[in-house]
């Protein structure tokens, strides 16, 4: 650190940082548009600009802008310099010339940052009397409403889109004063990461089109600090909600998780809460109930005297879980996945517990220097992560950069230096993936293949490694390269998951790592779960799925409890239909309605994560809170409200059980305050301080103002009243700030520009590093292709893979047709007339007709599946098909 | 002593001063057009509803007395789905008045609310919204703002140039 005088004033600055980032900092208020804590400075928007003075003398000065200007030791600068303060004045003013007449019916009124930056430099009356610029606008897709006239070009879209998301299909257009943001012609935005355009734009260029059909300011929102649920990340997300309907997802900043963004999933799934799916009252045999009904009904069903059977699920939370497990008892407690899962599940957990390599949150993912991918297509199983490893792809050439003395923040500069340098990316999977144009090399294979690769890698790190028995010469060669990178590295970090259903993938994945950190080398592992709660439940224990058969076959009037859980999804129809017949009574909760809830005898309604708190244990193995936005339509409950105990009064009632009964999950606790947390005695509001609406939002139903509901379960209030300070980073429940009403008021909530937030980082890590275990040596023969049957694989999609998001009306405009894909060689035996045609594909004893899809990188020998898109989601893949052209 | 017949005189030349009082109901009060009584929505010049549901006046009222839900009709002009004032919370400030941007929400020399139930105080937008364009004759937000709605494409605002030709080859 060293000194920097600000108006006369010594501070501590970083001077590995540009002034603009130390100012901000240091809190003060200097505006911006064009830098990004994220994407570092361009300087083109001019806005920063700030007096610097040689020394202590020169009373004249130079304007510079500050986030171009490193913030050297014993710089001297003026914020408060008329001149500079002239100069932004002037600058917005400028920016204000084309800017139209919006605000009253632009969306990102309220929380704008060109709002903002135009009130802290003081411009409020428009001089210019010359007429206004325009642009037509263009459609984006479900996600993304573009508003063009409202553009100050400061290229930060661009930036993001295309440097920072490396999709390419939005572009600036045209010279001069003409500047235009958009796509070549109208279409949905290629990028997975779109949405994060909204955030990104400091004005209302590109605003959320899902808020747009339920519109509501910011400062009428009711938020609270949530976790996203659609993939095993963990991100963590902001819900806002008004007149009981969840109205949008912004990205909650936690520097080791999401950081600044957010994948489209999660963002857009919300709106799977207000689906007209949804299940808002119990029902018994399909006829809706009251709540007491319903409670007199379960309780009746539980103490009848039957064998009670669970069935949790990985998409609950764990203190829901946690309740059925309790309920049940532990050795009637089933997974709820199907073996094959639940068996890779479970080996994930135990080689990132017992494993040498550091489990790898999404920093360590962007700091790693060397990336090899196992067996995923991580933009489609786990979507934030690509964002992650797009941006570990520039680690290598930072240290040219370095050793040009350039600083890292001058983000032009340092693009221009890599050129097309990238630290090395490495993946091997069954197929195309979205990162596959940044790879150094990639290998398309079955999944053995893949394991085997894996395998190889390891032992030509470490010779004590098992060695993979018959290797061709082409793979060996591949896992030399592999090898040779991922030893040269600083930061190495080897990515796998469950996407080819294959264990072996995994434990090759293991082999790397041991293989790296036995040999000295800092390496990180970070293997993808397959729903956002997989972790936890396998922390908490349950017995495989195979064994709840038989159970409910031992009690001839058994009583199944299925907790939030599709079992059609998760595990073969035939074998489902058998439990549910088999067992006497059924009692599913769940929130949206499926095959399973059809089934119901007593159907209860759970509520989401927007209306209920739990815990989540993400991939990295961190356990993070989510917080009620809203208390629901009366009937929908928690889940482990509706099964609990009646002693628990509140979740730090059930948090407290878990801690006794399951040591492994005793820190979950800690993944924020308790309940009885307090700032000064007060409870931390949901609502800004300036929520309106309070005496009339009921008025049509009486005009006596209801007392707001009181949360038992964590220390946020339904209310604008409360502690005004920052709360822990756990429970921040939106950013605002005086003068910063958009998003980016997060620079007031963080120790440092783009560190952790002041109140520490959200949620408690359960795995650390361990010395024991050793290597597996399970290596699979080659795959070898048969003639006549293909093996089929699931093809993992962002949209429509994971169950609820499927469900929000956004995302479910880009779900996939269902497909069935084959290279082309084997295709070309199915084509009617060079064309794709529809065929039937059937194994064990299934049939199913699906159309033809020729994928060019699938190997041959594969064919591919939409996950969770089809009939036979809930099959055990792969399996070997046969493949008929239908009639 | 002296200051009670100075009192009585005081009085008694009242008698022929000119009658403050007026014998309402029957005889109406005069209220300047500016007066802060009853609030109504105005619709602009053309007839259609000028409140462009920018939740202004909701967030500058002090006693939280407005609710409103914004809606958009098929060519994208935003109108409030439902626009609620409690009467009843109300203290005629006329924040909401200073803050509409629109000129939709007014302040009308109109006080005779009196309700024997307070639930009939709730005005919502059926009871709300008036035929004319109120104290501003001319203005139509719609003319200025840059957005498009029926009838109103990209640049053909006041005071626009018509929209940038994007493929055209010279600066």
């Not at chain 1, 509501?216 to 806002?240: E, F, Q, V, Y």
């Not at chain 1, 194994?843 to 036979?872: D, N």
Request: glycine residues 8%; hydrophobic residues 40%; negative net charge.
């Amino acid at each position: 650190m060293g000194t920097i005088y600000i108006d006369g004033k010594a501070s501590e600055a970083d001077p590995k940082q540009n002034l603009l980032h130390a100012c901000l900092s240091l809190g003060l208020n200097l505006p911006y548009f064009c830098w990004h804590p994220a994407m570092g400075s361009v300087g083109a928007c001019r806005q920063c600009a700030v007096k610097q003075f040689k020394d202590a003398q020169d009373t004249r000065g130079r304007l510079v802008m500050a986030c171009m200007t490193p913030a050297a030791p014993d710089t001297r600068i003026s914020l408060q310099d008329p001149e500079a303060v002239a100069f932004r004045a002037g600058i917005i003013e400028g920016m204000m010339l084309n800017h139209p007449h919006d605000c009253p019916v632009c969306d990102e009124g309220g929380e704008c940052h060109l709002q903002d930056m135009t009130v802290m430099t003081g411009h409020d009356y428009r001089r210019s009397r010359f007429p206004k610029r325009t642009f037509h606008d263009q459609y984006l897709g479900p996600f993304v409403y573009h508003q063009m006239n409202r553009c100050i070009q400061c290229y930060r879209c661009v930036r993001f889109y295309r440097n920072y998301a490396g999709e390419d299909d939005l572009n600036a257009f045209g010279i001069s004063n003409e500047v235009f943001f958009g796509r070549e012609q109208d279409g949905v935005l290629k990028s997975e990461f779109a949405g994060n355009l909204v955030e990104v734009c400091p004005t209302g260029v590109f605003t959320d089109r899902t808020l747009r059909r339920h519109y509501t300011r910011k400062w009428d929102l009711r938020m609270a600090p949530s976790i996203c649920g659609h993939c095993s990340l963990g991100c963590n997300t902001t819900m806002g909600e008004r007149y009981g309907l969840l109205r949008r997802v912004v990205n909650r900043f936690n520097s080791e998780v999401n950081g600044y963004f957010l994948c489209d999933r999660g963002r857009y799934g919300y709106e799977f809460v207000n689906s007209e799916q949804r299940i808002r009252a119990a029902q018994i045999n399909g006829a809706p109930t009251s709540v007491t009904e319903a409670k007199r009904r379960l309780s009746s069903l539980v103490a009848g005297g039957q064998q009670l059977i669970g069935i949790g699920s990985p998409r609950a939370s764990i203190e829901s879980n946690y309740a059925l497990r309790r309920l049940v008892g532990k050795d009637r407690f089933f997974c709820g996945v199907s073996d094959g899962e639940w068996e890779r599940t479970r080996a994930m957990v135990e080689i990132l517990q017992a494993g040498p390599a550091r489990s790898a949150s999404l920093r360590d993912v962007e700091l790693s220097d060397a990336v090899l991918i196992l067996g995923e297509d991580v933009t489609n199983s786990a979507p934030r992560m690509a964002l992650s490893v797009r941006q570990s792809l520039r680690q290598q050439s930072f240290e040219t950069t370095q050793k040009l003395r350039v600083p890292l923040w001058m983000d032009d500069a340092v693009r221009e230096i890599a050129q097309a340098k990238r630290s090395p990316l490495f993946i091997a999977a069954a197929g195309a993936t979205r990162l596959d144009d940044v790879a150094t090399a990639t290998y398309k294979a079955a999944p053995e293949d893949i394991a085997r690769l894996g395998f190889a890698v390891a032992h030509e790190i470490d010779a004590k490694a098992p060695e993979v028995p018959d290797l061709s010469g082409e793979m060996r060669e591949l896992a030399a390269t592999i090898a040779t990178a991922l030893t040269g590295a600083k930061h190495p970090l080897v990515i796998a998951g469950p996407s080819c259903r294959s264990i072996s993938v995994i434990e090759s994945a293991a082999n790397v790592a041991r293989a790296l950190c036995d040999n000295g080398h800092s390496a990180a592992l970070s293997l993808i779960a397959p729903a956002c709660n997989s972790f936890g439940l396998a922390l908490l224990g349950a017995r495989p799925m195979s064994e709840a058969l038989a159970a409910v076959q031992d009690h001839g009037d058994a009583t199944l409890i299925v907790l939030e859980n599709d079992l059609y999804r998760q595990l073969p129809a035939k074998l489902v239909d058998g439990y549910l017949a088999k067992a006497a009574h059924l009692i599913v909760l769940d929130q949206l309605g499926n095959g399973t809830t059809a089934k119901a005898e007593l159907l209860l309604p759970a509520g989401t994560f927007a209306e209920s708190d739990g815990t989540l244990v993400s991939n990295e193995g961190r356990a993070q809170r989510f917080f009620q936005v809203f208390v629901p339509e009366d009937g929908i409950k928690e889940s482990w409200r509706w099964l609990g105990d009646q002693s628990w009064s509140s979740l730090d009632d059930v948090l407290s059980e878990i801690g006794t009964e399951i040591p492994r999950l005793a820190s979950v606790i800690g993944a924020a305050p308790l309940s009885s947390f307090r700032i000064a005695g007060a409870k931390i509001p949901r609502e800004p301080h300036r929520y309106s609406g309070r005496t009339s939002i009921t008025a049509n139903i009486s005009v006596v103002e209801p007392k707001p509901p009181d949360d038992p379960d964590s220390s946020l209030s339904y209310s604008m009243e409360g502690a005004s300070i920052q709360p822990p980073a756990a429970l921040q429940p939106f950013f605002w700030a005086p003068g910063w009403n958009s998003i980016q008021a997060v620079n007031k909530f963080q120790s440092e520009i783009g560190e952790a937030l002041r109140g520490g980082v959200p949620g408690v890590r359960l795995f650390e590093t361990s010395t024991g275990g050793g290597y597996f040596d399970g290596i699979p023969n080659p795959f070898t292709r048969r003639t006549q049957e293909w093996l089929l694989l699931p093809i993992e999609h962002i949209f429509g893979s994971e169950e609820l998001s499927a469900h929000a009306s956004s995302i479910a405009e880009l779900v996939t047709e269902p497909y069935l894909a084959l290279n082309p060689a084997d295709a070309a035996g199915f084509l009617a007339e060079g064309k794709p045609t529809v065929v039937e594909v059937a194994f064990g004893g299934l049939k199913q007709r699906v159309p033809l899809k020729v994928l060019a990188e699938l190997p041959s020998g594969l064919a591919g599946i939409p996950a969770g898109l089809t009939a036979l989601c809930g099959e055990e893949l792969p399996a070997w098909c046969r493949i008929e052209r239908a009639s | 002593m002296l200051s009670i017949i100075r009192t009585m005189w005081s009085v008694f030349l009242h008698t022929f001063h000119r009658r403050v009082t007026i014998q309402y109901p029957e005889q109406k009060a005069y209220l300047a057009p500016r007066y802060r009584g009853r609030i109504i929505l105005s619709r602009d010049p053309d007839g259609g509803e000028r409140c462009v549901a920018c939740h202004l006046c909701a967030i500058a009222c002090p006693v939280d007395c407005i609710a409103l839900q914004a809606t958009e009709d098929e060519n994208e002009r935003r109108y409030p789905e439902f626009f609620r004032i409690n009467f009843s919370r109300c203290i005629f400030c006329g924040y909401c008045e200073d803050a509409c941007p629109t000129y939709a929400i007014q302040l009308t020399p109109d006080f005779e609310m009196s309700e024997y139930n307070r639930q009939n105080l709730v005005y919502e937008k059926e009871d709300l919204l008036i035929d004319g364009p109120g104290k501003y004759p001319g203005y139509n937000y719609w003319r200025v703002s840059g957005v498009s709605i029926g009838g109103k494409g990209k640049g053909e605002a006041e005071n626009e140039l018509p929209p940038v030709e994007l493929r055209r080859l010279t600066p």
